[in-house]
């Protein structure tokens, strides 16, 4: 797969699977003839709003380590990733609780040799990092992650927008010079909802 390729895939994935969000609008009363001096409050919220939603963190080649995982795997395609993600995700979080495994990491994503072609199937793992002693559970089941290559970023801001930080590790391989692998990554730090700009991701593109 060419880098221009892969580039191609990881900007038009999330807007394959056909989120439709919406962003809010600021609503200003009309100003009065003598502003009042704003509340911190009011500061605080004019400092958000004058700011961009997203955020993406100077992209990095690392070496993360191995790690233990508890997850469920799925062949799904582009197009129909909207439909198994979010039942794959509840479910985990219900076996975990309900058979006693101690989650100890971010809820992640496992992307393997996904494609640009929205119908093409590819492999999606739904995981968990957890303790090492972990045992498998109803549908999920216990690996070890070998110690991971890749370009990495933490990416701020709302699901729609998470191909600015694919664009930037792409031109982060192409500047250290090496490869993209089939294996992408994404670890969910801090999660409110699909258009938040609060949302923290860590994102990494494997390499080779």
């Not at 003598?34 to 004019?46: C, E, F, I, N, S």
């Not at 400092?47 to 939603?53: E, G, K, L, P």
């Not at 089941?141 to 701020?156: D, G, M, R």
């Not at 998470?162 to 500047?175: M, N, P, R, T």
Request: glycine share 6%; aromatic share 8%; hydrophobic share 45%.
């Amino acid at each position: 797969m060419t880098t221009m390729t892969y580039r191609n895939h990881l900007q038009f994935r999330f807007v394959l699977l056909g989120f439709t969000l919406t962003t809010s609008l600021l609503m200003a009363a009309d100003k009065p003839a003598t502003a009042p001096v704003p509340a911190p409050a009011d500061k605080v919220a004019a400092a958000i709003a004058s700011q961009d939603v997203v955020q993406v963190a100077p992209p990095r080649v690392q070496r993360f380590p191995a790690m233990t995982v508890f997850y469920k795997s799925t062949r799904t395609t582009i197009s129909e990733m909207s439909k198994v993600a979010g039942p794959m995700m509840a479910s985990l979080m219900k076996t975990a609780r309900e058979s006693g495994v101690q989650i100890e990491g971010s809820i992640m994503f496992i992307y393997h040799g996904a494609s640009p072609d929205p119908t093409k199937p590819f492999d999606l793992d739904v995981a968990a990092v957890v303790i090492a002693d972990a045992k498998p559970a109803g549908d999920f089941k216990v690996k070890q992650l070998p110690a991971f290559n890749c370009v990495s970023t933490v990416y701020c801001g709302p699901v729609y927008r998470v191909g600015e930080a694919y664009g930037q590790l792409i031109a982060q391989c192409e500047a250290a010079g090496v490869q993209p692998a089939d294996e992408t990554r994404e670890m969910y730090l801090y999660w409110e909802a699909m258009d938040s700009p609060n949302n923290v991701t860590l994102v990494q593109v494997g390499i080779k």
